[in-house]
């Protein structure tokens, strides 16, 4: 049984930064994609960044690539999101997403995931 599991959410200032692991288990994700996707009430849920397991391509929302960065640790299984100059409009659930997906349009597809996370707060105060 696949489980993600998020952590490292909570309240930061805006201007901080903070770090989100997501803990992978319950089969090989070598060909998984691993994704990070945020939202916020009566929002649609938000592709921020993925990247592949094996070769460790990432994918990048545009307007947050520079200030948010997706990395791996193979040993672990465990991928994690740096959050870099937060700001208030960052205020979200962050979840973690993995599947066997292909093509960067379906990558940035939330409805593309079979398996999530229990998602963690993030409050950005301003």
């Known amino acids: 049984q696949v489980q993600l599991v998020e952590s490292g959410g909570g309240l930061v200032q805006a201007g901080g930064s903070l770090r989100l692991s997501c803990a992978a288990s319950?089969?090989?994700?070598?060909?998984?994609?691993m994704a990070w996707f945020r939202q916020t009430p009566g929002k649609e849920r938000e592709f921020i960044t993925a990247?592949?397991?094996?070769?460790?391509?990432?994918y990048y929302k545009d307007s947050l690539k520079g200030r948010f960065t997706i990395s791996r640790d193979n040993a672990k299984n465990t991928v994690y999101l740096g959050m870099n100059s937060l700001k208030p409009e960052d205020t979200a659930v962050y979840y973690c997403?993995?599947?066997?997906?292909?093509?960067?349009?379906?990558?940035?597809?939330?409805?593309?995931?079979?398996?999530w996370g229990q998602g963690t707060q993030v409050t950005v105060s301003s």
């Open positions: 997403a993995a599947d066997r997906i292909y093509g960067v349009t379906n990558v940035m597809d939330w409805s593309k995931y079979a398996y």
């Open positions: 319950g089969r090989t994700f070598s060909s998984d994609i």
């Open positions: 990247i592949r397991w094996s070769g460790g391509t990432t």
